[in-house]
DNA sequence: ATGACGATTTACT
DNA sequence: GTAAATCGTCATA
C-alpha cells in the first residue's frame, strides 16, 4: 500500500523530516523487490533557493517535474555519471522537492550490490548518498516524473516508525551547494541520529 | 554552435 | 587529501 498523496503536500521541510524511517521501494522488470528506509534528506524551497534546480524560477525539461503535483519523482542526471532522485513536495507551481540522500538497505541487498561498483563491500555502502542509492535501486531519468502514490516500479510505504523526535534527527547544511551563497548556510539537511548509512562527505 | 558546470563518487598519491 | 571521470543541460552568441 503506497503512501497517500495527501502525505507529501506539505512544506519541503516537513515533508523532508517525516519521510525519515518511511522506506522507499523499487520494483525491478523481473519482479525483484529492493527497498531501503530513509535515513537522510535535504529541503529545496523552490523559486527563492539558489541552491534548487527552480531557482529564480528557472523551468526547463529538465525540472519540469518539481513544478508539478506532490508525490510525483524528480530524477536527474549530474556530473556526467549519477542520477539523483527527489520527492516532489508543496503544490503545484510551487517547485519545491526532499532529496533523498541515504537509505538502510533492507530487501534486495544482493541485486543491489551487482548494481552498485566494486567499491561497495559492505551494505553501508550501497545506499549512502544521493547517486548511490539510485544506483543500487536502478532509479535514471525515465523514472523522473513517476506518481510515487500508484506507479507499481517506485513509491514509499509507511512503516511503523511515525514522526521522529526532533533530538532523533540532526541538521545540518546542505552538501554541496556552496554555490549558492547565503542559501549554501540553511540548515536543510535532516538525518536520524547515528545511523551507520548516512552519508559521510 | 559552443563552452562551462554540476544537489557525486571513486581511485590514487 | 587531491583529482579524475564524463555528459546532459543551460546560458551566451
Known amino acids: 500500500m503506497s503512501i497517500p498523496r495527501a502525505f507529501f503536500r506539505r512544506s519541503a521541510v516537513d515533508l523532508a523530516t517525516a519521510l525519515l524511517g518511511q522506506r522507499l521501494v523499487r520494483v525491478l522488470d523481473d519482479g525483484t ?19 534548487a534546480h527552480t531557482a529564480n524560477g528557472r523551468r526547463t525539461a529538465r525540472n519540469e517535474s518539481m513544478w508539478g503535483e506532490a508525490g510525483h519523482a524528480y530524477v536527474y542526471f549530474t556530473y556526467g555519471m ?20 541515504a537509505l538502510e538497505p533492507t530487501e534486495g541487498l544482493p541485486a ?12 553501508t555502502d550501497l545506499c549512502s548518498g544521493p547517486g548511490k542509492l539510485c544506483q543500487a535501486l536502478a532509479i535514471t531519468r525515465t523514472l523522473d516524473g513517476v506518481d510515487l502514490t500508484e506507479d507499481s516500479r ?10 521522529y523526535a526532533r533530538a532523533l534527527i540532526v541538521t545540518t547544511t546542505r552538501v554541496g551547494v556552496a554555490y549558492a ?16 548509512h548516512v552519508s559521510k562527505p
Open 33 to 51: 523487490r529492493l527497498a531501503g528506509l530513509i535515513v537522510e534528506t535535504e529541503a529545496y524551497l523552490g523559486v527563492p533557493d539558489l541552491a
Open 112 to 123: 543491489m550490490y551487482a548494481h552498485r561498483s566494486a567499491a561497495a563491500r559492505r551494505d
Open 181 to 196: 551563497g547565503a542559501w549554501a548556510d540553511k540548515p536543510l539537511r535532516y538525518y536520524l541520529k547515528g545511523n551507520p
Open 82 to 101: 549519477h542520477h539523483c532522485m527527489n520527492i516532489v513536495a508543496g503544490a503545484p507551481g510551487h517547485p519545491v522537492a526532499v532529496l533523498l540522500r
Open 154 to 163: 517506485l513509491f514509499l510505504e509507511r512503516t511503523r516508525h511515525r514522526r
